[in-house]
């Protein structure tokens, strides 16, 4: 009975141990106080940025200034994302989080986009935001959205379609966290009509039911210049 017990004990310790390699965060934890993103170009590739020397880290590498300035919206979305990830900010290196400033004009949007790497959770300081995002195929792509207002929050998880819209009559503005030192952003629409090289034309007629010409089209419209 005694071995019995002792079997299935060891048989949980396992079960847990394997259970938690695969609850774990996308960034790995720092292995040591901090490690300062450091501006050398080499042959050495590592997951993240390599480390600075400690002994040559000051306050000014974990410090980052500008974000209570309100970007230019004069493109055609109408909106300016302003991300401040461990390529701006070396000292975010190894810490696993990031965030944005999302300015908004009147009638403008962040459009449909994943940030393959972390989940998202914004807070609106001005205006008035459409925000959603669509569920996974196994949960019939359902659409969660919601009007925030000024102190409101919504968070998206990590690799879903969302989006940001300002409904308002005034400018919006946003700030947003990610549970990454570089997120990524993968913009549906650029992503699909926009690629190089191209996805092939049938791929995408059959795939949005289109019209081969209407894809052309839309080539142009998300493609890079072709001057």
């Not at 400690?54 to 970007?71: C, E, H, M, Q, W």
């Not at 300016?80 to 004009?105: E, H, I, M, Q, Y």
Request: aromatic share 10%; charged share 15%.
């Amino acid at each position: 009975m005694m071995e019995l017990l002792l079997r299935l004990l060891v048989t949980q310790v396992i079960l847990l141990a394997l259970s938690s390699s695969f609850v774990s965060c996308y960034d790995p934890h720092p292995l040591q106080d901090f490690c300062v993103a450091a501006n050398k170009t080499n042959e050495v590739f590592v997951n993240g940025k390599i480390c600075k020397d400690p002994k040559s880290v000051t306050a000014n590498d974990f410090s980052y200034s500008g974000l209570n300035i309100a970007r230019n919206t004069t493109n055609f979305l109408g909106s300016n994302v302003t991300t401040v990830d461990v390529n701006k900010f070396p000292g975010l290196n190894t810490l696993g989080v990031s965030l944005a400033r999302l300015d908004f004009a009147q009638g403008g949007q962040n459009p449909p986009h994943i940030h393959p790497r972390a989940s998202e959770i914004v807070m609106v300081t001005k205006g008035k935001l459409l925000v959603g995002f669509v569920s996974s195929n196994q949960d019939s792509n359902r659409l969660f959205s919601k009007v925030l207002k000024r102190g409101d929050v919504f968070v998206f998880p990590i690799g879903l379609i969302h989006f940001q819209m300002n409904v308002g009559r005034t400018r919006a503005v946003a700030f947003a966290g990610f549970g990454s030192q570089n997120p990524g952003t993968i913009r549906i629409a650029d992503a699909v009509f926009g690629s190089n090289p191209s996805i092939p034309r049938e791929v995408l007629a059959k795939a949005f039911q289109l019209d081969v010409k209407l894809v052309r089209f839309l080539r142009i419209v998300f493609g890079p210049p072709l001057w």
